[in-house]
């Protein structure tokens, strides 16, 4: 399964950008679970958010909860991550994700439970104080 990401870039603080992440449509129709996740320089890999497809429902870590919102359009095969009011803490590579069996589930402090079954290559984000 062959994930895409699109959309990093460079922004000042309090702005916006939308990650965008196209899988082939086999993946897509399989998948049960799709999110986003970040790894800054030298720091753990983190959970962001979490969209489940079977119940449409979502999770969010707390540290993006209220600024960051998952969304999924079947249409196009494509899952975005929408971020508003960004912070330089939030500056890392955003890795899009998924998995087609039991998934994952998404704790508020940004940990995971469960198997995460493929991975994007990650696209970059910056933010500038």
């Known amino acids: 399964v062959q994930l895409v990401e699109s959309g990093g870039g460079s922004v000042q603080a309090g702005g916006s950008l939308r990650l965008s992440c196209g899988a082939s449509?086999?993946?897509?129709?399989?998948?049960?679970?799709w999110g986003w996740f970040r790894q800054a320089t030298g720091r753990a890999t983190d959970g962001l958010a979490v969209?489940?497809?079977?119940?449409?429902?979502?999770a969010y870590a707390d540290s993006v909860h209220g600024r960051f919102t998952i969304s999924l359009d079947n249409a196009k095969n494509t899952v975005y991550l929408q971020m508003n009011s960004l912070k330089p803490e939030d500056t890392a590579t955003y890795y899009c994700?998924?998995?087609?069996?039991?998934?994952?589930?998404?704790?508020?402090?940004?940990?995971?439970?469960?198997?995460?079954?493929?991975w994007g290559q990650g696209t970059q984000v910056t933010v500038s104080s």
């Open positions: 994700a998924s998995a087609d069996d039991s998934g994952w589930l998404l704790m508020r402090d940004g940990t995971w439970k469960g198997l995460v079954g493929n």
């Open positions: 969209i489940y497809t079977r119940s449409s429902g979502t």
């Open positions: 449509e086999y993946a897509h129709s399989s998948t049960t679970t």
